[in-house]
């Protein structure tokens, strides 16, 4: 359930006119869904495949729409814009967009589409959407996006990318697990029925946003431990999370201070033993 909270959702999908049926009717339901709950739907604008048949969608439910376009598919001296779907050339105020930018490459192009953006959606594509997620599936892992990225696995069809993440985070080259960087549905609204209810829960929110890093015992903590220290001198049970332990205020010197007798005593020992067995 949407909740009531309207969400910028990216969606990436092929563009290629001979895209079949089966996926460009996924891609048109997606449209549809986003349009009927209020989200905004972004996408590179295109008239055909996967991103033609989204527009459509968002466009017959009267929806809210981006498009983001190179300037080399900008005719020069003329309005007209290749291969741009029919809603990015009507008059409908603020529910459509068309972004137009520059550059030697599809960088800014890529880097606008994803801008501000909520969640991002994959439908099938070619070597150009494969691009895109691959990208964005990298930028998940290393942290630097934590938006919710989800496959539109029609048919099978992201079958082999799912298994290509399994395979590497068995053979230890990922550092989140598979399901922490790209999550698969076989439909566009189970896709759409996900996201929200990752983003529109407070709950699951925070859970999302809560780090579970702890830190490591403290040096001093382990070698208390590894001399059995006597529990009059140990540490408190949060003294690593706390910031407070090495306060002025509650800050020990005489477990300190054991410690390294302790450990320079020892020293010595072991140095002792050592010249004594040398022959």
Same mark, same amino acid.
């Given at each position: 359930m949407?909740?009531?909270?309207?969400?910028?959702?990216?969606?990436?999908?092929?563009?290629?006119?001979?895209t079949? @049926?089966?996926?460009?009717?996924? /891609?048109? %339901?997606?449209g549809?869904?986003?349009? !009927?709950?209020?989200?905004? #739907? *972004? $996408?590179?604008?295109?008239?055909s495949?996967?991103m033609?048949?989204?527009?459509?969608?968002?466009?017959?439910?009267?929806?809210?729409?981006?498009?983001?376009?190179?300037?080399?598919?900008?005719?020069?001296?003329?309005?007209?814009?290749e291969?741009?779907h029919?809603?990015?050339k009507?008059?409908?105020?603020?529910?459509?967009q068309?972004?137009?930018?520059?550059?030697?490459?599809?960088?800014?192009?890529?880097?606008?589409?994803?801008?501000?953006a909520?969640?991002?959606?994959?439908?099938?594509?070619?070597?150009?959407?494969? @691009?895109?997620?691959?990208?964005? /599936?990298? %930028?998940?892992?290393?942290?630097?996006? !934590?938006?919710?990225?989800? #496959? *539109? $696995?029609?048919?099978?069809?992201?079958?082999?990318?799912?298994?290509?993440?399994?395979?590497?985070?068995?053979?230890?080259?990922?550092?989140?697990?598979?399901?922490?960087?790209?999550?698969?549905?076989?439909?566009?609204?189970k896709?759409?029925?996900?996201?929200?209810?990752?983003?529109?829960?407070?709950d699951?929110?925070?859970?999302?946003?809560?780090?579970?890093?702890?830190?490591?015992?403290?040096?001093?903590?382990?070698?208390?431990?590894t001399?059995?220290?006597?529990?009059?001198?140990?540490?408190p049970?949060?003294?690593?999370?706390?910031?407070?332990?090495?306060?002025?205020?509650?800050?020990r010197?005489?477990?300190?201070?054991?410690?390294?007798?302790?450990?320079?005593?020892?020293g010595f020992?072991?140095?002792?033993?050592g010249?004594?067995?040398?022959?």
């Amino acid at each position: 359930m949407n909740n009531g909270i309207p969400l910028r959702i990216c969606c990436y999908g092929s563009s290629n006119k001979t895209t079949l @049926d089966i996926y460009q009717k996924e /891609a048109y %339901a997606l449209g549809r869904t986003l349009g !009927k709950r209020n989200h905004t #739907c *972004v $996408n590179g604008g295109g008239s055909s495949g996967c991103m033609g048949a989204m527009n459509q969608g968002v466009m017959d439910v009267d929806g809210k729409v981006v498009g983001v376009i190179h300037e080399m598919f900008v005719k020069k001296e003329s309005s007209y814009i290749e291969g741009c779907h029919e809603v990015f050339k009507q008059d409908r105020g603020e529910r459509v967009q068309l972004v137009i930018v520059g550059g030697k490459d599809l960088q800014e192009r890529k880097r606008k589409l994803v801008q501000d953006a909520d969640a991002l959606i994959v439908l099938p594509g070619g070597p150009g959407t494969f @691009d895109e997620l691959w990208e964005m /599936a990298c %930028a998940k892992q290393i942290g630097f996006i !934590k938006m919710p990225i989800v #496959c *539109v $696995n029609v048919n099978g069809y992201y079958n082999s990318f799912k298994n290509m993440l399994q395979r590497a985070h068995k053979d230890e080259f990922l550092y989140k697990h598979p399901s922490e960087i790209l999550h698969f549905e076989d439909t566009s609204a189970k896709a759409v029925e996900y996201i929200e209810a990752i983003l529109t829960s407070d709950d699951k929110e925070k859970i999302k946003n809560k780090m579970n890093l702890r830190r490591k015992p403290s040096i001093l903590r382990r070698m208390m431990s590894t001399f059995n220290a006597p529990e009059f001198l140990s540490l408190p049970e949060d003294a690593d999370e706390r910031s407070d332990v090495v306060t002025a205020k509650s800050f020990r010197p005489l477990p300190l201070t054991i410690t390294f007798l302790i450990g320079v005593s020892t020293g010595f020992l072991l140095r002792t033993i050592g010249e004594t067995c040398t022959p």
